[in-house]
Antibody
Framework: EVQVVESGGGLVQPGGSLRLSCAAS????????MSWVRQAPGKGLEWVAN????????YYVDSVKGRFTISRDNAKKSLYLQMNSLRAEDTAVYYC??????????????????WGQGTLVTVSS | EIVMTQSPATLSVSPGERATLSCRAS??????LAWYQQKPGQAPRLLIY???TRATGIPARFSGSGSGTEFTLTISSLQSEDFAVYYC??????????FGQGTKLEIK
């Protein structure tokens, strides 16, 4: 059974840092892109970051560029999100998601097929 | 950025009836569109990808259609467990995913 389980959320002051983790099981972690998606309280879904199977490519939504870093450890089957310079607007449930689909020679077409239960990050003084 | 607009924001339907949810893209996304279901306190669940392909384990009463800029999610006969929030998401503009704002499907 495919599972992804997030951890590391909590309360942090504005300007602070937090590192989220996602433990994967039930599939070959090293052959899938992975993502973080967040959801502010009572709001919709927002994609945050993607990372390629081998970690060689990373992409971010503009609002977190320069502050968040996505990484992975394939030996540990784990995904991470290092969040620095946190702001109140970063308050959200953060979901880890497996990315499925394919890439052509010019583009990729990938969606989220499995999601974790999420971990809540609250940025407040 | 491709903007995804869902309508209506809230849809009230009786159990056993059909529900039709709409999603519009600000520019063509071809068939690179997914639908997700989210129940309160739960993670989103993939229902449909490539605009019309049901994900593993999704009942046949869920169907997706459309291409380009106009998409529809249809639930043919609503069951009690189907009342939830539904999101569409485009993945044509890789890797810059965007979601719609969601449609809440509630019991009439």
């Amino acid at each position: 059974e495919v599972q992804v389980v997030e951890s590391g959320g909590g309360l942090v002051q504005p300007g602070g840092s937090l590192r989220l983790s996602c433990a994967a099981s039930g599939f070959t972690f090293s052959v899938f892109w992975m993502s973080w998606v967040r959801q502010a309280p009572g709001k919709g879904l927002e994609w945050v970051a993607n990372i390629k199977e081998d970690g060689s490519e990373k992409y971010y939504v503009d609002s977190v560029k320069g502050r968040f870093t996505i990484s992975r450890d394939n030996a540990k089957k784990s995904l991470y999100l290092q969040m620095n310079s946190l702001r109140a607007e970063d308050t959200a449930v953060y979901y880890c998601a497996r990315v499925e689909g394919y890439c052509s020679s010019t583009n990729c077409y990938k969606y989220f097929d499995y999601w974790g239960q999420g971990t809540l990050v609250t940025v407040s003084s | 950025e491709i903007v995804m607009t869902q309508s209506p924001a809230t849809l009230s339907v009786s159990p056993g009836e059909r529900a039709t949810l709409s999603c519009r893209a600000s520019q063509s996304v071809s068939s690179n569109l997914a639908w997700y279901q989210q129940k309160p306190g739960q993670a989103p669940r993939l229902l449909i990808y490539d605009a019309s392909t049901r994900a593993t384990g999704i009942p046949a009463r869920f169907s997706g259609s459309g291409s380009g800029t106009e998409f529809t999610l249809t639930i043919s006969s609503l069951q009690s467990e189907d009342f939830a929030v539904y999101y569409c998401q485009q993945y044509n503009n890789w890797p810059l995913y965007t979601f719609g704002q969601g449609t809440k499907l509630e019991i009439k």
